[in-house]
């Protein structure tokens, strides 16, 4: 199913890494749109974390391709990749903790990027109101001049997103976005997603299936490093082969 | 270069050199074990490796000293309770600065990197204080001085057998106790999974001090051997450092077949290249080398491919 | 919502730098005979490696144990030019071959090698005694920051090249003077460099170019690159994927600590009058580290401290009890690490300063937590 | 030989003073002709500013006491101050007791640059004993050049050099070189040599000499081998092989330090007994300090070229052996630097006392042709260049860490810091 498609932002073709001779991902393909939801599920050791270190460059691919507007990540430094438009979150939060959330979101800011853009980086009235605006997205206006060690969990998550929307991403790569945040967290980070995904593309890894069906446009669902099923929640719900995966076992 | 010589003195020549290298791969994995174990399983580099490394030198210089003075018609065997004794010594004061410094260290590899820097410059001014800032001399049994004549041509230091057996012995027993008993795989555990390991049950705490121990108690062995060979004296220990430290490195630092196969790559190339050129120049080219490939390959010879 | 951080200076930076340039210019100077301020010079130079170590190790969590390398090609740089200038054909008279360095001549060269011709000029030494640790530097960071090694195992290949360079200088005697270094360095440009009065000029020459280097390095820090090194200390793929290329800063942090080093090694040799391998070492590039962790090793000014207290504390103490000096120093370094992480700035941001905060009434930063202590 | 103006008093230690025991009581008894401060007074003797009172003289010493080279330097330090009680017990230096202060170098030469410019400037010394390696001494140098001191350096070393801030009492290389070449030709019957050193400037400059005095002087002599090993180098198995090969009738060995013992011990591992003289193994660099670390019994049957041993048969050298042992305990070993540095105070004493004057161009001048009657090697003088007349004497060492003198030079060699034809 070699789609040509130009209307594709992201294109993973036959992408495979092995270590030590064992196939973390395997031959897979999938395709993703502008302002897509993709979700992708699986269970443990599925390859779902390994598939989005691939895409960003974290880990080296040992054959496939992964195209992005029509340009190869594969052959990309991650910072690259970066500034071609993809953006990446992880599991873990990781946010710069002796940093205040203002410099969190500072250092994010898509200007400077070179050692000599940032010695001479300048914060000026620009960056300030940009900052200050994804800062009420991500709900931490009040919060600015916090170190970022003394948010919460869920606070963490929600300002690792905003490093990365302030970079504005075509395409935003989120590993598991609300583990670990309580029910009003996870109410509100879903409300986030939602106003993100109206102008990007989002792949999201979730394991709760009431947050996935709650944003998902579409569920890929992994299994030992391949695609077992593909489509819309329903159709992914009622696939007996995963159902076979999920329950079987 | 080789026109001068005859076929068979060349050959034999070529035999004597490579066991030259051999001697010196042993001394290196002598030198690179206990640091391998303590490196590669904890993470924490011990700068004062080399002064381990001399205690047990000392403790050989005692018990010989001994033995001379009360059990002179056993003197010819006193080197094996010496090497006992080196690893006894070298494993206690290993033990003692487990608890004393490294364990409040784990988090931070560069700083224990400092620390015992800081305890490598104390140690020498004891062993200064204690045993003057001569070297020792340590007489060393009779029967291990001297050499085997296998052809007319070929002879082979009895010393440098001993080196090669001993050093053989030492990753036995290590590569036992890492693979085969239960310590060893809590060691494995640790090192892959700490958090995991102590919720497991395993009592990490006390694992960390007697891996600890164990690599400096080895480090004291060689040591011992080393008074064979080279020589003693508050300073000898950081002779051995870089060397050392390279060996580990380029072995790739979590496996104990990768330190092998570093100590015989280098030992080679620097036994090959002596013989061609002069010894401070196959010093500078075995070093260059070993950074350059650490520099294209920094995991070193041997690793593991793993999952981030 | 302009924040403090972003400037240049806060109100505690200009009085720690004020403080700092008082002692160094006015109380040091008044208080010492020549001597001694020699010997104070001289310590100094080790501070532009301290304040080089304090950008790559405290802000970058890079910690080099070959910083002594690039003193040496500095200092050594300087120690060329200075024996060219030494051996002027009427000095080396009875030398076989005249008009070049004596230990050429004892080692049987019969003519200047062609790469100690440039340092002929006193402006291309001048270049050099940056340019060339930069290169070094440049060299290495790129091979192991491209590939990404970093913290022990880079600790561990920056100290076997000191090791190499040693190795090397003393091996290749003839073109370097050997074991012995570069001795008997007289005049720069005519201008006798072994008087008192010349030496004071040196000091205050030095003292100059280490408030230049510290003035680059507050600059460094307090511009979005600084906060970048921490960030990059803390959490390198965050940056990495926030789209910087981490190595690339890196390298320019390590070349950037090299510069001042070789500055300091340049200085070195002026001050002291030769240059010899045993600046360029394990142990001496080992010392250079503790210097910075003395003084806190997140705080450059910090770092000038440290170099002065430790090295001033060795001649005193060499001076009256020379068999406790390394049991001192070794207890230094484990106490630095153990008891003073953030060594004397830490002390100073902990203990002294909320004690003048509140002598003063005022709020000059106190509570900023020991681990990101700024300058002072 | 003859005319010798020092009052044999004056000039040294006699025997019977240190079987005296108490060094302060033989100073009046056996010191007739002490001289009297009240006759020399200060203000006369002393015109520079020196650290000189009406009763004591200051001087520096000025050795590493830690580091690596404290192994080496510990014996000059010892034998300096030996000299300094027993000049005192004699009545010091015109009726002024010397007292000293001892600096650190550390092992590390720009602290030794550092100490000796606090000597000089600071505590302004009448002279310095002290240096053990020529990169101290070329560091300290300079100070001493600028500042007018005068340094007493022991080590026997390369030559290359004449200061005149510095009286070189150990020899310069071709003192040490040329008369254990021809000896061990002369009477070995040995045509081939494999020259081996450490790899810094005195074992290539003396194996440079070694070299050009080998193929040039020495009839049908050749140089088979030449290898150098980085300083602390504790592998030796290559360059043994290298001489096993070549079949040397000379292994020429310069090792230093840490590396001696380790070549030594492989040496004789390796089959080489040296007491079988098949390679004779002569060294210039193995004193019987340096025995101690290596084992008498794997330096067995080596040949040593120097200008001192401890075993040496003369009523200066028991005499000073044993106030040496007196001092500082039985079982110490003296070695060829060691004496160097006992003869260093003593030829400033009679240099000072032949000037009257402590000025240092004063006794400079008076320094050249002083000679010393009582010097443990024998009897020495001061050349014009600096150096000292000494002899060079061959030893064979013994399972006991002594060397057996086997031959000496008839006559006094003459020091020739810049050998002709041999650079």
């Not at chain 2, 399983?41 to 004062?48: H, L, P, R």
């Not at chain 3, 280097?213 to 507050?218: E, K, M, R, S």
């Not at chain 3, 002294?352 to 937590?369: C, D, N, V, Y």
């Amino acid at each position: 199913m070699n789609m040509q498609n130009p209307n594709f932002l992201l294109m993973v073709e036959g992408l495979t890494v092995s270590f030590d001779g064992f196939k973390a991902v395997n031959d897979l393909s999938f395709y993703v749109e502008p302002n897509e939801c993709r979700v992708i599920i699986g269970p443990n050791g599925a390859g779902k974390t390994t598939v989005l270190d691939l895409i960003c460059g974290r880990t080296k691919a040992t054959a496939g391709s992964v195209k992005f507007k029509d340009k190869e990540l594969l052959a990309m430094r991650e910072d690259q990749i970066v500034h071609a438009g993809v953006g990446r979150k992880f599991q873990t939060p990781s946010v710069y903790e002796d940093l205040t959330v203002f410099e969190n979101l500072e250092l994010s800011y898509p200007k400077g990027h070179s050692v000599f853009g940032a010695l001479t980086f300048r914060r000026d009235a620009n960056v300030k109101a940009r900052i200050k605006e994804i800062a009420e997205t991500i709900f931490l206006e009040d919060l600015l001049d916090e170190k970022a060690a003394y948010l919460s969990h869920g606070q963490k998550q929600w300002l690792e997103i905003g490093m990365l929307l302030i970079q504005d991403p075509e395409l935003l790569m989120l590993d598991e976005p609300v583990a670990g945040m309580s029910v009003a967290e996870r109410k509100k980070t879903a409300e986030l997603l939602r106003r993100i995904v109206e102008d990007r593309s989002v792949i999201v890894i979730e394991h709760d299936m009431g947050f996935v069906a709650d944003i998902a446009t579409r569920v890929t669902v992994l299994h030992q490093g391949k695609t077992l099923s593909e489509g819309s929640m329903e159709r992914v719900q009622n696939d007996p082969k995963v159902i076979e995966v999920y329950l079987g076992h | 270069m080789f026109s001068d010589y005859s076929m068979s003195e060349l050959g034999a020549i070529f035999a004597m050199q490579g066991f030259a290298g051999l001697i010196l791969f042993s001394v290196f994995v002598l030198m690179a074990l206990g640091l391998a174990i303590i490196f590669g399983q904890m993470g924490v580099i011990n700068m004062a490796h080399g002064e381990f490394m001399i205690l047990g030198a000392y403790v050989t210089y005692l018990t010989s000293n001994l033995f001379a003075a009360w059990l002179p018609g056993v003197f010819g065997m006193y080197f094996f309770v010496a090497m006992i004794l080196a690893f006894i010594a070298s494993g206690a004061l290993g033990l003692f600065i487990e608890w004393a410094m490294i364990r409040h260290l784990y988090k931070r590899p560069l700083d224990t990197l400092l620390a015992t820097w800081g305890l490598s410059l104390i140690l020498q001014q004891v062993y200064r204080s204690v045993f003057g800032a001569r070297e020792v001399g340590v007489s060393i049994p009779d029967w291990m001085m001297g050499s085997l004549p296998v052809t007319d041509m070929i002879e082979v230091p009895i010393n440098g057998i001993f080196v090669m057996v001993l050093a053989t012995g030492i990753s036995l027993a290590v590569y036992y106790m890492m693979f085969r008993s239960s310590w060893g795989l809590q060691v494995r555990a640790i090192s892959q999974n700490r958090v995991m390991a102590d919720a497991v049950g395993i009592n990490t705490a006390w694992t960390d001090r007697l891996t600890f121990g164990i690599g400096c108690g080895v480090a004291g062995v060689a040591g011992s051997a080393f008074t064979m060979i080279g020589s003693t004296g508050p300073t000898a220990g950081q002779l051995y450092i870089v060397d050392t430290f390279l060996v580990v490195v380029f072995g790739g630092a979590a496996s104990l077949l990768g330190t092998i196969a570093s100590a015989f790559s280098i030992s080679q190339a620097q036994s090959i290249m002596e013989f061609f050129l002069s010894g401070s120049m196959a010093k500078v080219l075995t070093l260059l080398v070993v950074v350059g490939i650490l520099m294209i390959r920094p995991q070193g010879l041997f690793t593991l491919k793993l999952r981030k | 919502m302009e924040r403090s951080s972003n400037r240049l200076f806060t109100t505690q930076d200009i009085l720690g730098f004020a403080v700092l340039a008082v002692i160094i210019f006015i109380v040091l100077p008044m208080a010492l005979d020549s001597f001694r301020l020699n010997l104070f010079g001289k310590y100094l130079t080790y501070a532009f490696v301290a304040v080089g170590l304090v950008l790559c190790w405290g802000a970058g969590g890079i910690l080099s144990l070959g910083q002594g390398v690039f003193f040496g090609l500095g200092g050594y740089c300087m120690a060329m030019f200075l024996k060219l200038e030494a051996s002027t054909p009427k000095n080396t008279a009875i030398q076989s071959t005249p008009g070049i360095p004596d230990f050429m001549d004892w080692n049987q060269l019969t003519a200047l090698p062609w790469w100690w011709e440039p340092f002929n000029s006193l402006f291309f030494t001048m270049i050099a005694v940056v340019a060339v640790p930069v290169v070094f530097a440049l060299i290495i960071g790129v091979a192991m920051f491209r590939r990404r090694v970093g913290g022990v195992y880079f600790a561990i290949i920056t100290q076997a090249f000191a090791a190499i360079l040693t190795i090397l200088i003393i091996g290749q005697q003839g073109f370097t003077g050997g074991v012995n270094g570069i001795t008997d360095l007289r005049t720069l440009h005519g201008w006798d460099i072994r008087t008192n009065d010349a030496k004071e000029v040196l000091y205050f020459v030095n003292a100059g170019l280490l408030f230049a280097c510290l003035l680059i390095a507050q600059f460094v820090r307090k511009s979005k690159l600084g906060r970048l090194l921490i960030a990059m200390r803390d959490q390198e793929d965050r940056v990495r994927f926030s789209g910087y290329d981490v190595a690339s800063f890196k390298i320019f942090i390590f070349c950037l600590g090299a510069a001042f080093a070789g500055i300091g090694g340049a200085m070195f040799t002026l001050q002291v009058g030769f240059m010899s391998p045993t600046l360029v070492g394990i142990v001496p590039s080992i010392e250079m580290v503790i210097f910075c962790a003395v003084g806190g090793r997140l705080s450059i000014l910090g770092a000038v401290y440290g170099a002065l207290l430790v090295n001033w504390a060795k001649t005193s103490l060499s001076e009256s009890f020379p068999e406790l000096w390394l049991l001192g120093l070794g207890g230094l370094f484990i106490a630095v690490v153990m008891v003073f992480p953030n060594g004397l700035a830490g002390v100073y941001a902990e203990h002294i300063a909320p004690r003048l905060s509140g002598l003063f009434g005022g709020k000059t930063g106190a509570a900023k937590s020991p681990k990101e202590t700024p300058a002072e | 030989m003859t005319d010798r103006k020092i009052p044999k008093s004056l000039a040294g230690p006699s025997r019977r003073a240190f079987m005296a025991g108490s060094a302060a009581m033989t100073a009046s008894l056996f010191a007739p002709k002490a001289l009297f401060a009240q006759d020399y007074p200060t203000a006369q003797i002393n015109t520079t500013g020196l650290a000189v009172t009406d009763d004591t003289v200051t001087i520096g010493i000025l050795h590493s006491v830690t580091g690596t080279m404290a192994i080496s330097e510990t014996g000059s330090v010892q034998a300096e101050k030996l000299a300094i009680e027993q000049i005192n017990a004699q009545g010091g230096i015109l009726g002024r007791k010397i007292e000293y202060i001892q600096e650190d170098g550390a092992s590390d030469w720009p602290t030794f640059a550092e100490k000796a410019r606090k000597l000089l400037v600071n505590d302004k010394v009448a002279s310095v004993m002290g240096c053990w390696t020529s990169a101290s001494r070329k560091a300290v140098l300079p100070v001493f050049e600028q500042n007018n001191g005068m340094l007493y350096y022991p080590t026997f070393y390369e030559g290359l050099e004449e200061s005149p801030n510095v009286i070189y009492t150990g020899q310069e290389a071709t003192q040490q070189i040329i008369a254990g070449l021809n000896w061990v030709n002369e009477t070995k019957g040995a045509k081939s040599f494999y020259l081996l050193g450490s790899d810094y400037i005195w074992p290539r400059t003396s194996n440079k000499i070694a070299r050009k005095h080998i193929e040039n002087f020495m009839d049908g002599c050749e140089v088979v081998g030449e290898d150098y090993y980085p300083l602390g180098h504790t592998q030796f198995n290559s360059v043994i092989n290298k001489i096993r090969l070549k079949k040397p009738d000379v292994i020429y060995a310069i090792v230093v330090g840490g590396s001696n013992v380790a070549f030594y011990k492989q040496l004789k591992a390796a089959g080489i007994d040296m007491t079988k003289e098949a390679p004779i193994v002569l060294t210039i660099s193995v004193t019987e300090d340096e025995i101690r670390g290596i084992g008498g019994e794997n330096m067995e049957g080596a040949y040593a070229c120097m200008k001192y041993f401890q075993s040496l048969d003369n009523d200066n050298n028991i005499a000073f052996v044993k106030a040496f042992k007196d001092m500082w305990g039985e079982d110490i070993v003296i070695g060829d630097v060691t004496q160097a540095a006992y003869l260093g105070p003593w030829l400033w004493k009679a240099a000072v006392e032949k000037a009257g004057s402590f000025d240092i161009d004063k006794v400079r001048e008076a320094q050249i042709g002083v000679e010393l009657e009582t010097a443990p090697e024998g009897y020495v003088k001061v050349h014009e260049n600096h150096h000292l007349w000494s002899k060079t004497r061959v030893g064979r060492a013994k399972l006991d860490g002594q060397y057996e003198v086997v031959f000496e030079t008839a006559d006094l060699v003459e020091p020739n810091p810049f050998p002709e034809g041999y650079q």
